[in-house]
């Protein structure tokens, strides 16, 4: 009877891999009709996650964490224009508004634990809203002013007091992250000024977005080898690093130049220098186990330890490289583009697993073996790459002011209702007056926290 079991079991083994194989999702890179189905499908399993998330009851706000509901609304915004399918738009919306804070993405729900990075991505969605002209609903702020007041909310937390500037990772000084200045929190400010300066014109904008990049290229945030460092930190006087490699901190860094480029006809060489410098810096995220073709986050997918913000990574950098393509030298992105066609493939070959057989894993290299991973983070990568390839069927740059821009520019968005943009000069009695406020803040905070321990 032994050999008799075992051959029913290898049966099913069979059965079992020939079904995964089946039920992947077929992508036709070179075919807008196979990208919109694939992408219809990936973004429906995703909006699945979303709708069956315990805080479901919050819009925009996943489980545990609050910084992914901007980067979804931002990927799918992007779907929705390049699809013209309408069907999550209630959703983006609703979630969008209801995260706004005061119309700065600064919800005081969540704002005590927030990092500069955390709301920067809902900036970022806002941006892109304005960009494709996402409709706006009425009596609520414009896209374009929600991300102008993110802008005016980061501004002021420009950081003179170390390193000759710069934004620190986390704003609260009781936050683990407050020592440290970050790839992702400059970058990501870099990218809104300079996609602020394209959209509206104001050269307020792009003053910032100069004023970030080259103040990032005076410490090892990005060095002259086009070498992005994920982390420096205040105590160092951000002269050392933190190495590890992501995707995400090169493309926002990458998009934010190619948008200055534009915005500046060309004119000044730093912006097409640092596009084609990080591109070629980016090839390590190409490995050799996919004939440097399918895109990677090497320094956790090899050894499966990608947590789940990493493992949303790669949407970002193909998405916003996908949208950068249209206003850069073609012959500037040819080769990252092709790349993204074979890694669109290789991802819809991941999409071999749970009871549906579509259900996405995040190790694209490993092809049609499906990595045993599922979740929204999975799809919405996914989701960045398809979009990516579907970029040039629409073969249209983001709108603005001067192309059929409809979203009104408020350069007083947000908390900040200065007469100027940026911050004022900070004088010596705000700064004595800052950290007596931020030490009885503190001490405040740690009476509670022991307060709440001793109750327990």
Request: aromatic residues 12%; charged residues 20%; proline residues 4%.
């Amino acid at each position: 009877m032994r050999p008799v079991i075992l051959s029913r079991w290898l049966a099913a083994l069979f059965a079992c891999l020939f079904i995964q194989n089946a039920l992947a999702i077929d992508v036709n890179p070179d075919d807008e009709t196979s990208l919109k189905d694939a992408a219809k499908t990936v973004a429906s399993a995703m909006m699945k996650f979303y709708s069956d998330r315990d805080s479901k009851a919050i819009p925009g706000k996943m489980d545990d964490t609050w910084w992914e509901g901007g980067s979804m609304f931002m990927t799918l915004i992007q779907y929705w224009y390049l699809t013209g399918d309408s069907q999550f738009n209630d959703d983006i919306q609703e979630g969008m508004y209801w995260q706004k804070g005061e119309n700065d993405f600064f919800p005081s729900n969540y704002s005590q634990y927030l990092g500069n990075d955390d709301q920067v991505f809902w900036g970022l969605a806002a941006i892109t809203a304005a960009e494709v002209n996402f409709p706006e609903r009425d009596n609520e702020p414009s896209w374009v002013s929600l991300a102008e007041g993110v802008f005016n909310g980061q501004i002021p937390r420009w950081d003179m007091s170390s390193c000759g500037g710069g934004l620190r990772w986390q704003i609260w000084p009781y936050q683990s992250g407050y020592g440290l200045k970050n790839a992702i929190s400059n970058g990501g400010l870099f990218q809104l000024s300079a996609r602020l300066a394209l959209y509206t014109k104001n050269a307020t904008y792009a003053e910032w977005a100069e004023k970030i990049w080259d103040w990032s290229a005076s410490t090892p945030l990005l060095r002259k080898s086009w070498v992005i460092a994920d982390t420096t930190s205040t105590a160092a006087d951000c002269k050392d690093h933190g190495d590890h490699q992501w995707t995400y901190n090169y493309a926002t860094y990458i998009s934010g130049a190619g948008y200055m480029h534009n915005y500046t006809n060309g004119t000044e060489s730093k912006w097409l220098e640092g596009v084609t410098g990080l591109i070629k810096a980016s090839d390590q995220f190409f490995p050799d186990s996919a004939s440097k073709q399918v895109i990677s986050d090497i320094t956790c997918e090899p050894i499966n330890k990608c947590d789940r913000n990493q493992k949303t990574f790669k949407a970002y950098f193909t998405s916003w490289l996908g949208f950068m393509s249209l206003i850069v030298p073609a012959n500037t992105t040819t080769e990252v583009m092709a790349r993204f066609k074979s890694s669109a493939v290789a991802a819809g070959q991941q999409c071999s697993g749970g009871s549906d057989g579509k259900h996405c894993g995040v190790r694209w290299t490993k092809k049609a073996e499906w990595d045993g991973t599922m979740g929204l983070e999975q799809q919405m990568s996914v989701l960045g790459v398809l979009n990516s390839v579907m970029v040039p069927f629409k073969a249209q740059g983001p709108y603005n002011t001067d192309n059929g821009g409809t979203s009104q520019s408020n350069p007083h968005g947000g908390t900040n209702t200065k007469d100027t943009l940026g911050p004022e000069p900070i004088a010596t009695g705000d700064k004595v007056g800052a950290g007596i406020l931020t030490a009885v803040f503190v001490i405040l905070w740690i009476g509670a926290i022991s307060w709440m321990i001793r109750g327990q």
